[in-house]
């Protein structure tokens, strides 16, 4: 071999080797998430409070034929997230478009869908960030997945959660949120069992419960942390210790919504208080519909003095969103905060300068 071509060979190698360290470097910088007790705890054991924004439209937009996500989903978008200093992002999925069920357009849902989530995922991770992937609208029989229905049907949510899980199992920067917001009069017996249930919407079905979406998780070998809404919009968590189903993985989080017309006051944080000394409780959504952010600077502090996390509702700038309607966090995706987006940019900013 002449020395020339050894040493052309030899840079070919070196640029070769380089280049597939700069394309592994994101993969090593994964986060990883799991549950040590009754707290969020990364690889080393350290603890880890979760503050991030729910990244609304992939639960809607599929739906409607309009797309997949709502507005863009690049790079520069994340980068837009990281901004405001947060550590997590929700991720609102629909069961008939992971599926590709009830008349899913097929350029939006199935395969196109689930590759589109797992993408987002992959940049999101990249980026550093936890993910939390939630079960957000879901529909029985034919019905297509249009709105929150009182429970996850029996028909197709262990589906979706065992087709989820074996897709992510390995991956440990997810949290899997089992069921958004049980609706208002679902007993905690079917919270935790299912049961029959008739809705004005879909008519009568056969609900699942938290027992059913956790054995379905489970039965894959995921080991992820699993999110679990309280009843009345995720609201109420007052029977969640008493009717808490078993879990192989030892990883249950329990899940409150709040926002200024639903508020979390002297009773609720009581309840959350002695839920957290035996689970991570993480506030899956907070906002505030009033384009003001007294309520959420107020719940903010008590959250962080107890350890509790929190996300944001909803870094959406369209579906015709304001800070009164959605609520929207944001004006464009740019990440300029509306007048209610403001007090949780600022705050997490805050947070970020605290030793």
Partial sequence: MRPSTFTHLRRLILVTLATAALFAAP???KPWIGVQGNQLVDRSGNPVRLLGVN??????????GEGIFEGPD???S????????????RVPLNESCWLGINYTEASFGGANYRAAIHAYVERLERAGLYVILDLHWASPRTYPSAGIIPMPDAEHSPDFWR?????YREDRSI???LYNEPRPGVPWSCWAEGCEIEDRWVGPYQATGMRQLIEAVRSTGAQQPLMLAGVDWARNLDGWLAHLPP???????????TYNFSACRAHCRRTLLRIAQEHPVVT???????CRHRYIDHYMPWADAHDISYLGWAWDAGNGWTCRGGPSLIKDYSGHPTSFGIGLREHLRKLARTP
């Avoid at 990244?55 to 599929?62: D, I, L, N, P």
């Fill in 284 to 290: 899956g959504e907070l906002g505030e519909g009033d």
């Fill in 247 to 257: 879990d192989p993985g030892n990883a249950l989080v329990a899940s409150n919504h």
């Fill in 78 to 89: 994340i980068e837009a997230m990281l901004r405001w200093h947060i550590n997590a992002v």
């Fill in 55 to 64: 990244r609304s439209g992939t639960e809607y937009q599929c739906e409607r």
């Fill in 175 to 177: 949290i899997f949120d």
């Fill in 74 to 76: 690049d790079e520069a």
């Fill in 27 to 29: 993969a090593a910088a």
């Fill in 163 to 167: 087709s989820v899980a074996t897709e």
